[in-house]
């Protein structure tokens, strides 16, 4: 059902209106629920776990749609137009890179800023979630420390790839002009390639995927509702109106 969605996307509108569309229900309805949870007093755990799945299943459904987009070209998703000028400096291969994740995860553990300050509201919220860090248990430590070493151990063989693939692709087109001496006919040249920048851009996206998910299973549900509340600012973050407008306003045209 979700692939026959997701062509019926693919054939009718590009990835961009997709996006955009995931990134709005992302703002206005899952993030808001999630932080409305989160700022009772005496949070509902149920409630919250429904709020916590909810919105990983959103991340999952995003993940999903780029498997999809990338079974056929994958070109056009490793150079998304439809970033904005502020996300384009932490993409890795189309989208944000994993380390994203752990490093978020370890900007809560390694918190050490749990003062209290004049505002109650503020404080209330800011001892819950000092709370749900505090003392936490060393096998999630160990997890942290093997999604990382994971990473360390992954991430160079996917850039090698598509360093490879590049280089390929360079030598493809060189000896296609030398043989041809007239029109280059890129899509035979270069098809080969294309499957390849495919593939690299697959196992680039699983492994986001696949380290958000060990991260949201080695948490508790108050754990991961923090974690994925500030992984959502971070993503609707770089969509703010008035930051985009500064942005503009500063850009100097060259020439």
Request: aromatic share 10%.
């Amino acid at each position: 059902m979700m692939k026959a969605l997701f062509n019926r996307w693919r054939t009718s509108r590009p990835f961009k209106d997709f996006y955009t569309e995931w990134m709005t229900t992302l703002k206005s309805t899952l993030l808001p629920l999630l932080s409305r949870s989160l700022s009772s007093p005496s949070p509902d755990l149920l409630i919250l776990s429904t709020h916590v799945d909810l919105l990983h299943s959103h991340f999952r459904s995003y993940f999903t749609a780029l498997d999809l987009a990338a079974t056929s070209d994958a070109t056009h998703l490793l150079f998304p137009d439809w970033r904005n000028p502020l996300e384009k400096p932490f993409l890795w291969l189309g989208d944000f890179h994993p380390y994203i994740f752990t490093n978020l995860l370890r900007s809560f553990l390694e918190d050490e800023d749990c003062d209290a300050n004049d505002d109650g509201q503020a404080v209330e919220f800011l001892d819950k979630a000092c709370n749900a860090w505090r003392n936490v248990d060393c096998s999630l430590w160990h997890n942290v420390e093997q999604m990382e070493r994971g990473l360390r151990l992954m991430i160079p063989s996917i850039v090698a790839r598509h360093r490879d693939a590049q280089a390929a692709l360079v030598d493809k087109l060189a000896v296609g002009w030398s043989r041809e001496r007239g029109e280059l006919k890129v899509g035979e040249v270069v098809g080969d390639v294309v499957e390849e920048l495919s593939r690299v851009f697959l196992d680039a996206n699983r492994l986001r995927r696949s380290v958000l998910g060990d991260i949201i299973g080695a948490l508790n549900v108050l754990q991961a509702a923090l974690f994925l509340e500030r992984l959502a600012q971070f993503y609707v973050g770089f969509w703010d109106v008035k930051l985009l407008a500064e942005f503009k306003k500063s850009h100097l045209p060259l020439g």
